[in-house]
């Protein structure tokens, strides 16, 4: 398991990986037609811009009258659903990535129009704290200051599988009972499971750093460059709605 992001795990970049070498009509994938560092990094940003550009135009419209709940929660849903799709089918991630920056960006600009109406400047905090984490993260990275060893894929994966169920168990607790989960409010416990979370995101992004790069080493299919890219847009979105999550609880107190 080299990450929990189901579109930088092992099964997918390994069958990828296989395609790779098949001959079909006799023609031969060339060097052009493999995954390349810059090429994921160029499409990394355009699904950036995508999604920027969708949520500036929800950000707008909020901020003109309009309520952000149902466009959030429609592009929420229909970003999961391209999601899944996705990890099912790699071959369709450059039809599928675009969408998703699109619909996720609708998710993105509604959730933060509601956080920086109740808390004014938190998405400008926010946006600053993902992008610095992001880029401290790359460079302990790239200057190999921190290594990606199974080890630290595997407790980095186990607690990322952690929260996940926790969240999971306790929203379905509250659906049917009078039970608060404790990482609602600002206590103090709350604001330390924040803080934990927000890590546990950070790093995983070291693990799509090296799941990216071992596919282009082993010069994975052309279209694994936005397939490692829409995983890597997806763990920032994960990090910078962690971000908004703490520093709302930071506000309260």
Not at 99 to 115: K, R, T, W
Not at 159 to 168: E, F, P
Not at 179 to 202: C, D, E, K, L, R
Request: net charge neutral; aromatic share 14%; hydrophobic share 50%.
């Amino acid at each position: 398991m080299n990450s929990n992001n189901p579109f930088l795990n092992n099964k997918t970049f390994s069958t990828a990986a296989s395609r790779k070498d098949e001959v079909h009509q006799a023609v031969v994938i060339d060097d052009n037609q493999n995954m390349t560092l810059a090429g994921t990094i160029n499409r990394s940003l355009i699904l950036f811009l995508l999604l920027v550009a969708s949520a500036t135009v929800i950000w707008w419209a909020t901020f003109n009258g309009m309520n952000p709940i149902i466009p959030a929660i429609g592009g929420g849903i229909v970003g999961l659903i391209m999601v899944v799709i996705a990890s099912f089918k790699p071959e369709s991630s450059p039809y599928l990535a675009p969408g998703y920056a699109l619909f996720e960006g609708l998710f993105i600009g509604g959730v933060s129009a509601i956080f920086e109406i109740q808390y004014p400047g938190i998405v400008t905090q926010a946006v600053g704290a993902t992008f610095v984490t992001f880029g401290v993260c790359l460079g302990l990275y790239k200057y190999q200051i921190v290594k990606v060893t199974e080890q630290f894929k595997s407790i980095v994966i186990a607690a990322t599988l952690a929260i996940g169920t926790y969240y999971l168990v306790s929203w379905l607790i509250s659906l049917f009972t009078s039970y608060t989960p404790v990482h609602y409010g600002n206590s103090m416990a709350s604001i330390g499971i924040s803080v934990f979370v927000v890590i546990i995101a950070a790093l995983n992004l070291f693990l799509d750093f090296d799941r990216i790069e071992k596919g282009v080493e082993q010069k994975m299919p052309k279209y694994m460059e936005w397939y490692g890219a829409m995983g890597l847009i997806i763990t920032l979105v994960w990090l910078y709605i962690e971000f908004l999550r703490l520093l709302s609880k930071l506000s309260k107190k």
